[in-house]
């Protein structure tokens, strides 16, 4: 009797102990975000106070208040009133994000439906290349895409960055996951009750697919919100650059409108990611990881 009670208690600490090293590697995840929004509120001089030693390269080690010593949103009214360059960068990333999302909606979603529904000769080699196509990093396509991008005239313009995110294959291989989840005998049912081809997808596939579309829509606009090398690599003129850009162009004596710049970046992600985390773990979860 003595055992059982002893290894009930051993197995509560090992539960407890586990739910408390969670914590804590959260807590280690979130710290950067905390550091940046607290960080945010820095007059100028706790600024030089704080990362001084790390700025100047005098040997020195950054300080970190837990919290500002005389909180000020000086660096928000610098960057939203006196910040031309900024609004400029925001509306270019809008400009570049946006239609990508719209195109990958409007191409991808019935390209997935054809991978999923239709047979047709050569769909499984071309699959297979579309997932090869996105486990392959941007600097291995860099050359290929600059080269077709130039023939195409469409190098430093907006364009360039728009069209192939349209094309992305990511979207499309979650899309497909999440359409063939869909029972067959619903299909068969709607097609006996008269509904064609077209009804089948407008009314059926795509209502009971909306997790996995809406979870390929946050993850791309993750992805080309955050883009970096596709942008410098293919935008020239700094006056198309996104807002991705912005920061890695600010100097140090503006080291308080960075921290501010990051925290306006990080918002629409963050606002996006927490208004769609219900569909992005459904559509995940949909997406072929089964298979």
Not at 118 to 130: A, E
Not at 141 to 162: E, Q, R
Not at 175 to 198: H, M, N, Q, S, V
Request: charged share 15%; glycine share 6%.
């Amino acid at each position: 009797m003595a055992r059982i009670k002893n290894a009930r208690i051993i197995r509560w600490l090992k539960g407890k102990c586990g739910r408390v090293l969670l914590v804590i590697l959260a807590l280690l995840v979130w710290l950067p975000v905390l550091i940046l929004l607290i960080c945010s509120f820095y007059g100028e001089q706790e600024i030089i106070d704080c990362f001084g030693g790390v700025l100047l390269s005098n040997g020195n080690t950054a300080k970190l208040h837990a919290l500002p010593s005389y909180p000020t949103l000086k660096g928000y009214v610098e960057l939203l009133l006196d910040s031309l360059g900024f609004f400029v960068m925001f509306w270019n990333s809008c400009k570049q994000v946006f239609p990508i999302l719209i195109g990958q909606v409007l191409i991808g979603v019935p390209a997935a439906w054809a991978f999923a529904h239709f047979v047709f000769p050569g769909k499984k080699i071309l699959f297979h290349l579309y997932m090869l196509l996105m486990i392959l990093p941007f600097q291995v396509t860099m050359v290929s895409s600059y080269l077709v991008l130039n023939k195409m005239n469409l190098l430093d313009t907006h364009g360039a960055i728009i069209l192939p995110g349209i094309f992305a294959t990511f979207s499309v291989f979650i899309i497909t996951k999440t359409f063939r989840e869909i029972p067959k005998p619903l299909l068969e049912a709607a097609a006996i009750d008269g509904a064609g081809e077209f009804r089948i997808f407008r009314y059926v596939a795509v209502p009971m697919a909306r997790p996995g579309i809406l979870s390929a829509i946050i993850l791309s606009f993750l992805e080309y919100w955050n883009a970096i090398e596709q942008p410098m690599t293919f935008l020239e003129t700094k006056s198309k650059w996104p807002l991705s850009l912005y920061l890695p162009n600010i100097t140090v004596d503006k080291m308080g409108v960075s921290f501010c710049a990051s925290v306006i970046m990080m918002l629409p992600a963050v606002l996006l990611f927490l208004w769609g985390q219900s569909y992005l773990e459904q559509g995940i979860a949909a997406s072929g990881l089964k298979e």
